[in-house]
Every structure is written in C-alpha cells, then in structure tokens.
C-alpha cells in the first residue's frame, strides 16, 4: 500500500446531479478526514471519521452533503443536487491514531457546470 | 475560531536564495504544526510536522521554528532549487480531535 488514494480524479457534471466520491485510505488507518480546497485558498475542514463512525461535521457540509465510512475502511463522499459553488478540490487524508501526521491523497477536482 | 495567516501570499526568488515563509495563528491551544508543499493541481505532501512542546525541527534544507505563545511559525528553505518551485501550507492541528487548519498557502517561484 502506497498511500491514501481517490477515486475518481476529475469529475465534471451539470448543475443538479449527484456525484460520489471514493478515499481508500493507508491500510489500518482509524482516522479518515475529509477537506474541501478552493482556488487559491487552504483546504477547509468537512467532516472525519474514527473507524466507522463520523465524529465531527463542519457548518461547510449542507443537507446535500453526505458522508459515509462502512466498515471503517474505505469513505464516500456524496453530493447531491450539485450547485456551481461546489466546483472545488475534495481531499481525504488518513492517519494511525498514536501518529499526529495526517497523509493525504491526490484529491478529486470536481467541476460544476 | 482557529485563523491561520501565511504571508507571503507569494515569492520569487532566484536560484540559491533562501526562503523565508511565515505563518501566524490566532488560538495558541495547538497539537502540532504542519508544513505542506503543494504542486499544482496535485494533493499535499507533509514536510515537517512540529509538536507543540519543540521549538524547531529540520529536515535536509528544510528548517521550521515554532513560538506556540506568539502564535508563530517560520519555515526556512535553504539554497532554493527551481524544484522547490510550489505552494507551501501551513496547517495547525486542534488540540482535541487533530483536524486541520489551513493557511492560503505561499506560492514560491524559484528562477533558474
């Protein structure tokens, strides 16, 4: 296992739609996070995971946002009814729970037209 | 609310200069600090990450200094390359949970 890795890379779609996103993390990390990055700015804080179960959402994840874990392995990431304000970076980063460095993956560019 | 400020928002510099990039937080109640380096359209790769009790912590030509009670973090690139050519995060971790606090990062530009 090389690292966290997402799936897919690049998503574009219409205003509307719903779209899924897949973070596998590194192999028995219990920690997930999710982070959104818009241009030119750090990536925000959505929401994380200890094994299966979500801990914490940001005020940034809306109703429409979703975010699930089963089995404490792999997350999704689901956004319904798309809005143009949603065209950002989605990060997912994992870490063991005795380390402090969070290891994260290459992102999914998501355009919303 | 954590805030995070990184000034420069951008630098050029040329080949062999060092780099100067400062980062400030506003709740000094922190886990650690991390330094990131992010390539264009690419996710993040961790530099150094410094604890809050250490005041500083190296790595090859990298060096990050850490004042927890200033709200200050510094981090020095030595003898710049056009390969350190990127944008450089800070982010601090929450003393409860670890999530992360970014900065807007600086946009480093190394001129052969």
């Known amino acids: 296992d090389t690292g966290v890795s997402q799936d897919p890379r690049h998503k574009i779609t219409k205003r509307g739609q719903n779209v899924t996103f897949r973070c596998d993390p590194i192999?028995?990390?219990?920690?997930l996070y999710w982070y959104r990055q818009t241009l030119g700015q750090g990536p925000e804080f959505l929401t994380y995971f200890q094994n299966e179960a979500q801990l914490e959402k940001s005020r940034l994840l809306s109703d429409r946002f979703s975010a699930e874990r089963p089995k404490g392995s792999f997350s999704t990431l689901e956004i319904q009814r798309t809005e143009q304000g949603d065209s950002a970076m989605y990060l997912c980063?994992?870490?063991?729970?005795?380390?402090?460095?969070?290891?994260f993956g290459p992102g999914t560019r998501l355009l919303v037209l | 609310k954590q805030e995070v400020t990184q000034i420069p928002a951008a630098l050029s510099v040329p080949e062999g200069e060092n780099l100067v990039l400062n980062c400030s937080f506003t709740?000094?109640?922190?886990?650690?600090l991390q330094w990131f380096r992010q390539d264009p359209g690419k996710g993040l790769t961790s530099l150094l990450l410094i604890q809050s009790s250490q005041r500083e912590q190296t790595s090859g030509r990298l060096n990050a200094s850490l004042d927890k009670s200033s709200g200050r973090s510094t981090l020095y690139i030595a003898a710049s390359q056009p390969g350190d050519s990127a944008t450089y995060l800070c982010a601090v971790s929450s003393l409860y949970d670890y999530k992360l606090s970014f900065g807007a990062g600086t946009t480093v530009t190394v001129r052969a």
């Open positions: 192999s028995e990390h219990n920690r």
């Open positions: 709740d000094s109640a922190i886990y650690n």
């Open positions: 980063a994992s870490r063991l729970r005795r380390e402090e460095t969070q290891y």
